[in-house]
T-cell receptor, first 115, second 114 residues
Framework: AQTVTQSQPEMSVQEAETVTLSCTYD???????LFWYKQPPSRQMILVIR??????QNATENRFSVNFQKAAKSFSLKISDSQLGDTAMYFC????????????FGKGTLLTVNP | DGGITQSPKYLFRKEGQNVTLSCEQN?????MYWYRQDPGQGLRLIYY???????QKGDIAEGYSVSREKKESFPLTVTSAQKNPTAFYLC?????????????FGSGTQLSVL
């Protein structure tokens, strides 16, 4: 079974600075998908960014980017120019693709952006 | 709402009672999912359904049941056999597209035991 590990239960960053959240996963698959989801205090789960394992280029979405290291099975999220609204729980998630599509989540990292 | 609606927002269960959480989607998607969230545990998969009248157990299905009689509806019943039901429950739909598969989540139901 796949596992997803987020080794940082909590992190904090000053507004306008850059922060990186770590995620590692374990799989024997070659093709799969990786995600970062954000859960603000409202508890709504919001997709931040998505990466396909067969793509070498790291995904970016505005201030959010990933560092995908397939051989190391590492998938970190970088948030640039942090904003107060970025304060949330961040979950890394893995999907092996195929017909039984289902996400396996890490335990999350609580990010606090300080003014 | 991302095309998926959960109700109620808060639900209370008495000892020995079954309760049902509602999940509806209006975008004609086939696949739907139920996750449970506990503090410090992340999200864990309870059940999922790829098509009408078919569903599969996830990692923590014991004490739960589901049905999928209509494509747009995937209700979750928390039975009296679930001894620790207090949690936040999230329903999701799968958005499929070329190189664009992802899950969209509802706003969740907080279930507490009286």
């Amino acid at each position: 079974a796949q596992t997803v590990t987020q080794s940082q239960p909590e992190m904090s960053v000053q507004e306008a600075e850059t922060v990186t959240l770590s995620c590692t996963y374990d799989t024997s698959e070659n093709n799969y998908y990786l995600f970062w989801y954000k859960q603000p205090p409202s508890r709504q789960m919001i997709l931040v960014i998505r990466q396909e394992a067969y793509k070498q280029q790291n995904a970016t979405e505005n201030r959010f980017s990933v560092n995908f290291q397939k051989a190391a099975k590492s998938f970190s999220l970088k948030i640039s120019d942090s904003q107060l609204g970025d304060t949330a729980m961040y979950f890394c998630a893995f999907d092996s693709g195929g017909s039984n599509y289902k996400l396996t989540f890490g335990k999350g990292t609580l990010l606090t952006v300080n003014p | 709402d991302g095309g998926i609606t959960q109700s109620p927002k808060y639900l209370f269960r008495k000892e020995g009672q079954n309760v049902t959480l509602s999940c509806e989607q209006n975008l004609n998607h086939d696949a739907m999912y139920w996750y449970r969230q506990d503090p410090g545990q992340g999200l864990r998969l309870i059940y999922y359904s790829q098509i009408v009248n078919d569903f599969q157990k996830g990692d923590i299905a014991e004490g739960y049941s589901v049905s999928r009689e209509k494509k747009e509806s995937f209700p979750l019943t928390v039975t009296s056999a679930q001894k620790n039901p207090t949690a936040f429950y999230l329903c999701a739909r799968r958005d499929r597209g070329h190189s664009n598969e992802k899950l969209f989540f509802g706003s969740g139901t907080q279930l507490s035991v009286l």
